[in-house]
Structure formats: structure tokens, C-alpha cells
């Protein structure tokens, strides 16, 4: 993004919303495939009894987009971490501070 050229950061955001248009087309195209396989699975018995209910679907892929959170943001944690070098801050800025 950090490009000297004018004319180039139109074609760096270009290719950035191409990519982010694939990803979400392939998401949604997934999501879709993975909520019929698992209706037509559940509404022919195969998944038991308990889950012959329409609706076994959307369940699994919003239980499987719940599962896909939690381990991003596992991954994240590291990441944020705040780092700390000295302790003790030299310059506190309290209420005494504040102008009135």
C-alpha cells in the first residue's frame, strides 16, 4: 500500500478487492455447499433420527463459522499481546492533568 506512485495504489486496491470478492464468493459458495450436503443427509435419515429437522444445515455451518472464530482469535492472542519494556511509566497522565 506503501507504493510512490500515484497510479499504482489504484491498481494495489484493485487487486485487494478482488481478493476479498473471491473470498467471499468462495465462502458463500462453500457454506451453500456444505449446508445442502448436510440437509440432504439429514432429511434421508442418515445423520439419526434426532436430526431429520431442515434446519440441521444452517445448524452445522453456523456451528462450524463458531468454531472457525474461536480459533482465529486463538491465533490472534499472541499477536495483541501487550509488550512492556519498563514497568514503571516515567510520565503519567492522570487527572491532574486534564485541563480545566
Known sequence: MGLEQAH?????LGA????QAT????GIAVGGALRDITAMLAQ??????????????YAVVYQLEIGL???TLIALGPLVKIRQSDPSPKHAFGLA????
Open 8 to 12: 499504482s495504489r489504484g491498481l494495489v
Open 16 to 19: 485487494w478487492g478482488a481478493a
Open 23 to 26: 473470498a467471499a464468493g468462495l
Open 44 to 57: 434421508s435419515g442418515t445423520l439419526g433420527t434426532v436430526l431429520t429437522d431442515p434446519a440441521t444445515g
Open 69 to 71: 472464530l474461536f480459533m
Open 97 to 100: 492533568e486534564f485541563p480545566s
